[in-house]
């Protein structure tokens, strides 16, 4: 199945992987699949914002381009929200969103924030046009890093256990319908080839399919090296460095001999990590390369070769 | 830097996730010990090879010497000494709740809450303060004259600095305590269903949480008593003392890209708002500015490798570095023009492989100190 037949994509990794860059241009390219677009940010970060050059997304969706939304959760006003539908009599409701133990139930109470967090979610997987058709084909949920990507997960278990009854833990139920439906949801890792990052990545695979049964089917390992020198590339240009130590007039060649040596060696140590990964692959997990972005100012033009090898990896 | 650590007794290393805060803090214990100063490095997660190079068990959480084996590699004896402790946090709060309950009994029955377990584990900003009382405990020991957090990794970390409000604000006047606690003072735990029932308010909130979560919390309130919540709430005055006394240091450290550098930028921010020390930027893993291919270098290498499509790729990739270098330094320029142009930037190439032994350690000291040994 296709990592774009699925009806909610939600990423996850290690911070400083690229979750958001990821996000962007599966969203992208789902645009170009002739898909309608929602690209939720989850927290305080304005990452999405900074990919389009724009100021951090609202709280309600925008069209950020033709058939691709954006929006930020604020887990707050996503509960104030609900507070008001829930609560029959305006005047208590608004009693109880300004009271004080309204803000500390917010703060203490487990996963609150969270299902609050995927009930909107939900709700916009729900979303139809008038003509009673999704609203939003798919939808790409950019998790934050993945200790809380895992806790905004677990909370259907946790939170179902500590409440028990009342109206959040029949939201709950279904949104958790939702999370583990395979076919819907679709757990999305980022990881890039180094030591930490991969580790993390395969402790993850492992939680997500014992503890979230929400086993991960689309793996990306961002910022790979692109893999130009062959091994007898590698042979000339190290002999290639020995001459320019000995010959004087060749000196000012050697930063670019230099370079490439050390592109060689990193593109190595790159793909014991990727093998790692390949290593571990499971049944239904797809792993995809993405090219490493030779900027650290991203745009929408910088990651298009993301994009591409996205929608080529479909092709296939 | 290097006058800086002379005098620190304590230095705070903070930054958002996988910039290298670990890596970083170990090198500035490594340093601070081989200057001979008795060091400890507190941290979170290292990476499983750095911590194998420096003898540590991954499931130990107390204060662990690093042998001096490990330094065999560079051919050094350190003048102090070092030592690392991982953070566990539940570890952390349970020390903290069997030290402020009146009675092993209380901190017992406290363990076994449920809501106990959750705030102990999961709440918004529990490691970070957690992080803070190991530090101050630490601190007070004496034992140390230097000691170097890692701060958690996430976005909450930026939490920290108000972690001692925070705590205050929960433990201290919050809803629970004021209003309910007479109640439940009485012993007779019925009445707080009658409690629930008699406002209009509760009653509401109690419908749509479920009335187990409430009862979950209320219990952990009946359970810690005046003495518990005092004994928190001077010591997270003291914890703030610490960290504003002219003898910490704080290092806000990133990468050179953008989302963490805005991290780093509100972590100065808030550290300025705080009054508290601020000692720079760490800028981790810089790709270096290149010059520029000229044409006539362009031309030589051609002229010189036989291989057409060889000397293509040379180039090529040469290029591609030349650019990435090019926005690692506007990033980084940029960073300059918005903080005070007095203000220290550190920073750290790139190396070739991961920074996981001693002597990679080492070589960090380079760009920090000014100084290998």
Same mark, same amino acid.
């Given at each position: 199945?296709?990592?774009?037949?699925?009806?909610?994509?939600?990423?996850?990794?290690?911070?400083?992987?690229?979750?958001?860059?990821?996000?962007?241009?599966?969203?992208?390219?789902?645009?170009?699949?002739?898909?309608?677009?929602?690209?939720?940010?989850?927290?305080?970060?304005?990452?999405?914002?900074?990919?389009?050059?724009?100021?951090?997304?609202?709280?309600?969706?925008?069209?950020?381009?033709?058939?691709?939304?954006?929006?930020?959760?604020?887990?707050?006003?996503?509960?104030?929200?609900?507070?008001?539908?829930?609560?029959?009599?305006?005047?208590?409701?608004?009693?109880?969103?300004?009271?004080?133990?309204?803000?500390?139930?917010?703060?203490?109470?487990?996963?609150?924030?969270?299902?609050?967090?995927?009930?909107?979610?939900?709700?916009?997987?729900?979303?139809?046009?008038?003509?009673?058709?999704?609203?939003?084909?798919?939808?790409?949920?950019?998790?934050?890093?993945?200790?809380?990507?895992?806790?905004?997960?677990?909370?259907?278990?946790?939170?179902?256990?500590?409440?028990?009854?009342?109206?959040?833990?029949?939201?709950?139920?279904?949104?958790?319908?939702?999370?583990?439906?395979?076919?819907?949801?679709?757990?999305?890792?980022?990881?890039?080839?180094?030591?930490?990052?991969?580790?993390?990545?395969?402790?993850?695979?492992?939680?997500?399919?014992?503890?979230?049964?929400?086993?991960?089917?689309?793996?990306?390992?961002?910022?790979?090296?692109?893999?130009?020198?062959?091994?007898?590339?590698?042979?000339?240009?190290?002999?290639?460095?020995?001459?320019?130590?000995?010959?004087?007039?060749?000196?000012?060649?050697?930063?670019?001999?230099?370079?490439?040596?050390?592109?060689?060696?990193?593109?190595?140590?790159?793909?014991?990590?990727?093998?790692?990964?390949?290593?571990?692959?499971?049944?239904?997990?797809?792993?995809?390369?993405?090219?490493?972005?030779?900027?650290?100012?991203?745009?929408?033009?910088?990651?298009?070769?993301?994009?591409?090898?996205?929608?080529?990896?479909?092709?296939? | 830097?290097?006058?800086?650590?002379?005098?620190?007794?304590?230095?705070?290393?903070?930054?958002?996730?996988?910039?290298?805060?670990?890596?970083?803090?170990?090198?500035?214990?490594?340093?601070?010990?081989?200057?001979?100063?008795?060091?400890?490095?507190?941290?979170?997660?290292?990476?499983? @090879?750095?911590?194998?190079?420096?003898?540590?068990?991954?499931?130990?959480?107390?204060?662990?010497?690093?042998?001096?084996?490990?330094?065999?590699?560079?051919?050094?004896?350190?003048?102090?000494?070092?030592?690392?402790?991982?953070?566990?946090?539940?570890?952390?709060?349970?020390?903290?709740?069997?030290?402020?309950?009146?009675?092993?009994?209380?901190?017992?029955?406290?363990?076994?809450?449920?809501?106990?377990?959750?705030?102990?584990?999961?709440?918004?900003?529990?490691?970070?303060?957690?992080?803070?009382?190991?530090?101050?405990?630490?601190?007070?020991?004496?034992?140390?004259?230097?000691?170097?957090?890692?701060?958690?990794?996430?976005?909450?970390?930026?939490?920290?600095?108000?972690?001692?409000?925070?705590?205050?604000?929960?433990?201290?006047?919050?809803?629970?305590?004021?209003?309910?606690?007479?109640?439940?003072?009485?012993?007779?735990?019925?009445? @707080?269903?009658?409690?629930?029932?008699?406002?209009?308010?509760?009653?509401?909130?109690?419908?749509?949480?479920?009335?187990?979560?409430?009862?979950?919390?209320?219990?952990?309130?009946?359970?810690?008593?005046?003495?518990?919540?005092?004994?928190?709430?001077?010591?997270?005055?003291?914890?703030?003392?610490?960290?504003?006394?002219?003898?910490?240091?704080?290092?806000?450290?990133?990468?050179?890209?953008?989302?963490?550098?805005?991290?780093?930028?509100?972590?100065?921010?808030?550290?300025?708002?705080?009054?508290?020390?601020?000692?720079?930027?760490?800028?981790? @893993?810089?790709?270096?500015?290149?010059?520029?291919?000229?044409?006539?270098? @362009?031309?030589?290498?051609?002229?010189?490798?036989?291989?057409?499509?060889?000397?293509?790729?040379?180039?090529?990739?040469?290029?591609?570095?030349?650019?990435?270098?090019?926005?690692?330094?506007?990033?980084?320029?940029?960073?300059?023009?918005?903080?005070?142009?007095?203000?220290?930037?550190?920073?750290?190439?790139?190396?070739?492989?991961?920074?996981?032994?001693?002597?990679?350690?080492?070589?960090?000291?380079?760009?920090?100190?000014?100084?290998?040994?």
């Amino acid at each position: 199945m296709s990592i774009f037949d699925h009806r909610l994509l939600f990423i996850v990794g290690k911070g400083g992987v690229g979750k958001t860059t990821v996000s962007v241009a599966l969203g992208l390219a789902a645009k170009r699949l002739n898909k309608t677009v929602l690209l939720i940010e989850v927290g305080d970060a304005d990452a999405i914002g900074q990919i389009f050059d724009r100021k951090s997304l609202p709280e309600h969706p925008i069209q950020i381009q033709p058939d691709l939304w954006g929006v930020r959760i604020n887990a707050k006003s996503v509960l104030q929200e609900y507070i008001k539908l829930h609560v029959n009599i305006p005047f208590i409701a608004a009693r109880i969103v300004k009271s004080k133990i309204f803000e500390y139930i917010i703060a203490a109470t487990p996963g609150l924030k969270e299902v609050m967090t995927l009930g909107q979610i939900w709700r916009w997987e729900q979303n139809k046009t008038f003509d009673n058709v999704p609203h939003f084909d798919l939808i790409i949920v950019d998790a934050p890093a993945t200790g809380h990507g895992v806790s905004l997960l677990m909370l259907p278990q946790t939170l179902i256990n500590m409440l028990i009854v009342g109206p959040i833990v029949e939201q709950t139920r279904v949104v958790h319908n939702l999370l583990i439906d395979p076919d819907k949801t679709c757990t999305t890792l980022v990881t890039i080839p180094e030591e930490l990052p991969v580790n993390e990545a395969l402790e993850f695979k492992t939680i997500a399919s014992q503890q979230l049964k929400m086993p991960v089917q689309a793996t990306f390992i961002n910022s790979v090296y692109p893999n130009d020198f062959s091994e007898s590339d590698e042979e000339k240009i190290n002999s290639n460095i020995q001459e320019i130590c000995e010959k004087k007039h060749l000196k000012k060649l050697k930063p670019m001999f230099e370079l490439a040596k050390s592109t060689i060696f990193r593109r190595k140590l790159q793909q014991t990590y990727i093998d790692m990964m390949y290593a571990q692959q499971q049944k239904h997990e797809t792993i995809v390369e993405l090219p490493f972005v030779f900027s650290h100012r991203l745009s929408v033009k910088e990651i298009e070769p993301l994009v591409q090898m996205m929608l080529k990896n479909e092709s296939s | 830097m290097k006058n800086k650590i002379q005098t620190a007794k304590i230095i705070a290393c903070c930054g958002s996730g996988g910039v290298g805060k670990t890596t970083l803090s170990a090198a500035i214990g490594l340093y601070g010990a081989l200057i001979g100063k008795k060091t400890i490095v507190l941290t979170i997660d290292p990476a499983k @090879r750095l911590a194998d190079a420096l003898g540590l068990k991954a499931i130990n959480y107390e204060e662990q010497c690093i042998p001096d084996s490990c330094f065999d590699a560079i051919g050094l004896k350190p003048k102090g000494e070092l030592f690392a402790m991982m953070l566990d946090t539940r570890h952390v709060f349970d020390r903290v709740v069997s030290t402020y309950s009146s009675s092993p009994e209380m901190a017992e029955r406290i363990f076994k809450n449920r809501y106990y377990q959750y705030l102990s584990t999961s709440l918004a900003g529990t490691h970070e303060y957690m992080a803070m009382e190991k530090l101050y405990e630490l601190n007070e020991t004496n034992k140390y004259d230097l000691i170097v957090l890692d701060t958690p990794p996430s976005r909450r970390a930026l939490d920290f600095l108000d972690a001692p409000e925070r705590l205050n604000d929960l433990f201290g006047r919050h809803f629970f305590w004021n209003l309910l606690k007479p109640y439940f003072k009485a012993g007779k735990l019925g009445y @707080r269903m009658i409690y629930f029932v008699a406002s209009p308010v509760l009653r509401s909130i109690s419908k749509i949480f479920g009335i187990q979560a409430l009862n979950d919390l209320a219990d952990f309130f009946y359970l810690a008593d005046e003495s518990f919540i005092d004994g928190f709430r001077s010591r997270s005055l003291a914890i703030k003392s610490v960290l504003s006394s002219p003898q910490t240091v704080f290092l806000a450290i990133s990468s050179p890209m953008r989302a963490p550098m805005l991290e780093a930028l509100y972590f100065y921010d808030k550290i300025k708002e705080n009054n508290m020390p601020f000692g720079g930027f760490i800028i981790n @893993r810089v790709h270096k500015t290149l010059e520029k291919i000229s044409d006539t270098d @362009r031309d030589a290498i051609h002229a010189w490798i036989s291989s057409e499509v060889l000397a293509k790729k040379i180039i090529q990739n040469y290029q591609r570095f030349e650019r990435l270098g090019a926005s690692c330094n506007q990033l980084i320029d940029n960073l300059l023009s918005i903080t005070d142009p007095t203000m220290h930037i550190y920073q750290i190439p790139f190396f070739e492989s991961d920074v996981h032994d001693v002597a990679h350690l080492c070589q960090l000291h380079e760009y920090l100190f000014n100084t290998d040994f």
